[in-house]
């Protein structure tokens, strides 16, 4: 079993920022990938973003650019730093590792 509590969701303006974070409960380098995705209401949930065990990263089309995901190996913690917000980008946001999710933080951008 793998424990994902996420925090730092938020209501912001468009142009605006926030910095999710998910704290895992076991050692992160032990999974190959870590993800991000989202679910914005009536909507399908899509993939957001990855951070592989090597560190590469990688990002959906509609957030290349403006979204950050890392990871502190130390805390077992992982971020995604959401720059440039739109009011699209609402949503809950979910972590997501080995097949085990958070119970999500809401995101809601104003125009």
């Known amino acids: 079993q793998v424990q994902l509590v996420e925090s730092g969701g938020g209501l912001v303006q468009a142009g605006g920022s926030l910095r999710l974070s998910c704290a895992v409960s076991k050692r992160i380098l032990d999974f190959s990938g870590m993800n991000w995705y989202r679910q914005a209401p009536g909507k399908q949930r899509d993939w957001v973003a990855a951070?592989?065990?090597?560190?590469?990263?990688e990002y959906s089309d509609s957030v290349k650019g403006r979204f950050t995901i890392s990871r502190d190996n130390a805390t077992n913690t992982l971020y995604l730093q959401m720059n440039s917000l739109k009011p699209e980008d609402t949503a809950v946001y979910y972590c997501?590792?080995?097949?085990?999710w958070g119970q999500g933080t809401q995101v809601t951008v104003s125009s």
């Open positions: 997501e590792v080995a097949d085990f």
């Open positions: 951070i592989l065990r090597s560190g590469r990263t």
